[in-house]
């Protein structure tokens, strides 16, 4: 497909996916790249585990942040994060299937709210992150 052909949401997260090591790490798979929406799925691996056996809660707001940064950079505006929050709901394991679902809840010029939310294979909610980001003046240029 023609870069022009893919929609603006798409040829931004592709240039961030493309330049963003640590999300390509975490083994993320985009499902939907859409305006002010990302939707991502990846699977824990044992190295992404802390002493307990369960996965370090940085995975899962890195998993998380990601999301968000793919959803607020999907209107073509380069946007950055200026305050985040997590809450883990249920402990994720080695061979668990997460989704995030990142939703746009309010825009505007210089402002936009988030929140992401993390299932696992069975649908439990798993983690939920809320995300500020200030929309600078720059265009993604793509």
């Given at each position: 497909?023609?870069?022009?052909?893919?929609?603006?949401?798409?040829?931004?997260?592709?240039?961030?996916?493309?330049?963003?090591?640590?999300?390509?790490?975490?083994?993320?798979?985009?499902?939907?790249?859409?305006?002010?929406?990302?939707?991502?799925?990846m699977t824990v691996r044992?190295?992404?585990?802390?002493?307990?056996?369960?996965?370090?809660?940085?995975?899962?707001?890195?998993?998380?942040?990601?999301?968000?940064?793919?959803?607020?950079?999907?209107?073509?505006?380069?946007?950055?994060?200026?305050?985040?929050?997590?809450?883990?709901?249920?402990?994720?394991?080695?061979?668990?299937?997460?989704?995030?679902?990142?939703?746009?809840?309010?825009?505007?010029?210089?402002?936009?709210?988030?929140?992401?939310?993390?299932?696992?294979?069975?649908?439990?909610?798993?983690?939920?992150?809320?995300?500020?980001?200030?929309?600078?003046?720059?265009?993604?240029?793509?």
């Amino acid at each position: 497909m023609e870069n022009r052909d893919k929609s603006l949401a798409t040829r931004v997260v592709d240039a961030m996916h493309g330049n963003d090591p640590f999300s390509q790490w975490l083994g993320i798979e985009r499902v939907e790249d859409a305006p002010g929406r990302s939707v991502l799925r990846m699977t824990v691996r044992p190295e992404m585990c802390n002493g307990f056996g369960i996965a370090h809660g940085g995975i899962t707001f890195s998993f998380a942040d990601s999301a968000f940064a793919f959803a607020s950079n999907s209107h073509g505006r380069k946007s950055v994060s200026i305050e985040t929050s997590i809450s883990h709901t249920v402990a994720v394991h080695p061979g668990d299937v997460l989704t995030a679902v990142a939703e746009e809840e309010h825009l505007s010029n210089k402002l936009a709210n988030y929140r992401v939310t993390v299932t696992n294979q069975e649908g439990k909610v798993v983690a939920l992150f809320k995300g500020i980001v200030y929309r600078t003046g720059k265009e993604w240029e793509v």
